[in-house]
């Protein structure tokens, strides 16, 4: 087992999980190796210099490390793990029944691994979420925006201030046959379960049923916004009429104007955007 440690995941949460896993590999009496990352994309790098050496490789940190290697190594026949020490963990709330550390390094190297979906965008893969609108913009900007504040406090003031001049955007969206074109608050391309810490855009989602789940928000009337984002983070959100829910295996996006997409956490400004799912892609160590 190949662990690819982010030290700056969790504010130090990563770090201090080193011990655990040497602890619990000892004990197990499991050979396993353990690098630290350095820079970003840092873990793309050494995940794909390792898929040989290695027959599980496992993402130590937040969702943005579990991307990183993910996308070292597609296409290869390691299997991909992810022990959960970043601020979010959404991806892991999909797969996993507890969040306890020492839980679930004993299921890495216990539990077999299964052939799950991923998505593709442009030629980078996510196997979480994907999304476009509100939520993007949001996230864009606390990656991209002038640090005035740090942490949840951050998030929090570029989602007032996001809110507040946040104008809906002009999208045509086709999944598969179906062509859509309205003002949109917000998209998701869903695979798993969670994003944003624990946003449920899409109930539903499975990451082994060979297709996305997406979420279509239409413009809404900012009054109503509150009450629906309340209800949209518990995942009750399928009773206003803006929103509609739908499965597909290729999704197109195009405006006018540039957006921001958001894959697994990392953002990017596009006027053109193409999902793909690929279905039964990587294999993914879970519980059964």
């Known amino acids: 087992m190949l662990f690819i440690v982010n030290p700056k995941a969790g504010n130090g949460r990563a770090i201090k999980a080193v011990e ?14 353990i690098e630290f990352t ?4 840092n873990a ?9 050496k290695f027959e599980r490789i496992i993402a130590v940190g937040g969702d943005g490390t579990l991307n990183e290697v ?17 601020t979010g963990n959404d991806f892991a709330r999909t797969i996993y029944k507890t969040m306890d550390i ?12 299964k052939k799950c979906d991923v998505g593709k965008c442009f030629n980078k893969y996510f196997i979480n979420i994907a999304s476009v609108g509100l939520y993007a913009e949001i996230a864009h900007k606390v990656q991209r925006g002038k640090k005035i504040f740090s942490g949840k406090t ?12 946040y104008k809906n955007k002009q999208f045509k969206i086709q999944i598969d046959n179906i062509n859509i074109e309205s003002e949109t608050l917000l998209t998701t391309i869903s695979n798993g379960k969670y994003y944003g810490g624990g946003i449920m855009p899409t109930p539903d989602s499975d ?3 060979g297709k996305f789940d997406i979420c279509h928000i239409r413009k809404i009337n900012k009054i109503k916004i509150p009450f629906l984002l309340n209800k949209y983070i518990k995942g009750n959100h399928k009773d206003f009429n803006e929103v509609s829910f739908y499965k597909g295996k290729r999704v ?5 104007d540039l957006f921001a997409v958001n894959l697994d956490g990392e953002t990017f400004l596009a006027n053109k955007v193409e999902f793909q799912l690929k279905s039964k892609y990587i294999n993914l160590i879970c519980p059964k």
Do not use: M
Request: net charge negative; glycine share 4%; hydrophobic share 40%.
């Open 70 to 86: 993910l996308n070292g190594i597609i296409d290869s026949n390691a299997a991909l793990g992810v022990l959960p020490c970043g």
């Open 102 to 113: 020492d839980k679930i390094l004993e299921l890495l190297i216990k539990s077999d691994y």
């Open 20 to 33: 655990n896993i040497k602890n619990i590999c000892e004990r197990n009496r499991i050979s396993y190796s």
């Open 38 to 41: 350095n820079y970003p994309e």
């Open 154 to 165: 951050s998030y929090l003031y570029h989602l007032i201030n996001t809110l507040v001049q």
């Open 207 to 209: 990451i082994f049923d």
């Open 252 to 256: 197109k996006i195009e405006s006018d």
């Open 44 to 52: 793309i790098e050494i995940a794909n210099k390792n898929i040989a």
